[in-house]
């Protein structure tokens, strides 16, 4: 099992729609660790920390749209 810890930051309309809670819903369901945080350019940054192919399933949630 290897741990990795990955940043994304997350463009659109991602500020005021609930994205931010949906993502640490999602987090936690993998059992994940990390924050995720509004940026002053609109944009949302996701920290997640925790087994790789759980980051990588948390990624795959990101990149469809949440």
């Given at each position: 099992?290897?741990?990795?810890?990955?940043?994304?930051?997350?463009?659109g309309?991602?500020?005021?729609?609930?994205?931010?809670y949906?993502?640490?819903?999602?987090?936690?369901?993998?059992?994940?660790?990390?924050y995720?945080?509004?940026?002053?350019d609109?944009?949302?940054?996701?920290?997640?920390?925790?087994?790789s192919?759980?980051?990588?399933k948390?990624l795959?949630?990101?990149?469809?749209?949440?």
């Amino acid at each position: 099992m290897t741990m990795i810890c990955t940043a994304a930051w997350v463009h659109g309309q991602v500020q005021g729609v609930g994205f931010r809670y949906a993502t640490q819903h999602q987090a936690k369901l993998q059992g994940l660790s990390g924050y995720v945080r509004n940026q002053d350019d609109g944009s949302v940054e996701v920290v997640a920390c925790g087994e790789s192919a759980k980051v990588e399933k948390l990624l795959d949630w990101l990149r469809q749209g949440g």
